[in-house]
């Protein structure tokens, strides 16, 4: 299944399995390296899309793996972006609050730290909710 | 090949964790499930040891966020050593300095805990 997914091109589809992170982060390293950006560059934005991605398996489609990722990448003069569509339930990932480690800490809870880093590792992070699933677009500026 | 792996040895009454390779979501319930190990024995002085962690997300982080206080009820902590750059800056993105303890190298966390 996973040998199927020709990384090199600038859409992947992916089933909705932490299983493919793996693969996720190999897809953006491979277009980064590409496109010529540096590797602190790259490390961010293959993070800011792992997060993403775990966002849609967790919360779209609340771990089911027989859903799909969309991860299409493109370049435009000097801005990334990474668009993410899947077709699982309503999540707004904007509408997170920012966490407060100390709290959560106590409360003995890990969660939702991910919104929070892909806001500040990206430049823009946009999302809609489509008819059925739901659009999300990262933004890098590139130096 | 083993996205990641986690061993742990026995010094004393303080634990080392090695954690290797990629933490993220796929890979945190290995960790987890370390961490639970070290509850059900009363062991609660642990070290995580980072020099061959290559990355770590959200998820990853969340482990210690989850588990830390656990430890420290017990008069015990979450120490971390050896992180390399990449990994601490995520660490540091997140403001994790304030409320854990980092340090260089492995033999130095666990003098902290004697």
Known sequence: ?143 | MADFNVSSREDGEISVVKVEGYLDAHTAPDLENEFNKMIENKRHKIVVNFSELNYISSAGLGVFMAYVETMREESGDIKFSNLKEDVYSIFDLLGFPVLYEFYKDEEEAIKKFR
């Open chain 1, 1 to 143: 299944m996973r040998r199927e997914i020709d990384i090199s091109k600038s859409e992947i589809v992916i089933s909705s399995s932490t299983d493919n992170l793996s693969l996720v982060r190999s897809f953006i390293e491979y277009h980064g390296r590409e496109l010529e950006l540096g590797n602190k560059e790259i490390a961010h934005i293959s993070l800011a899309v792992d997060e993403a991605c775990t966002n849609i398996i967790k919360h779209a489609y609340n771990y089911s793996k027989n859903g799909k990722i969309k991860i299409n990448i493109d370049k435009k003069k000097d801005k990334l972006s990474v668009k993410l569509t899947d077709k699982g339930s309503h999540f707004d990932p904007s509408i997170i609050p920012d966490p407060n480690i100390e709290e959560s800490q106590k409360m003995k809870k890990g969660g939702g730290l991910g919104m929070f880093l892909m806001k500040k590792i990206m430049d823009e992070v946009e999302y809609r909710a489509k008819g059925k699933g739901n659009e999300l677009i990262l933004i890098k500026y590139l130096a």
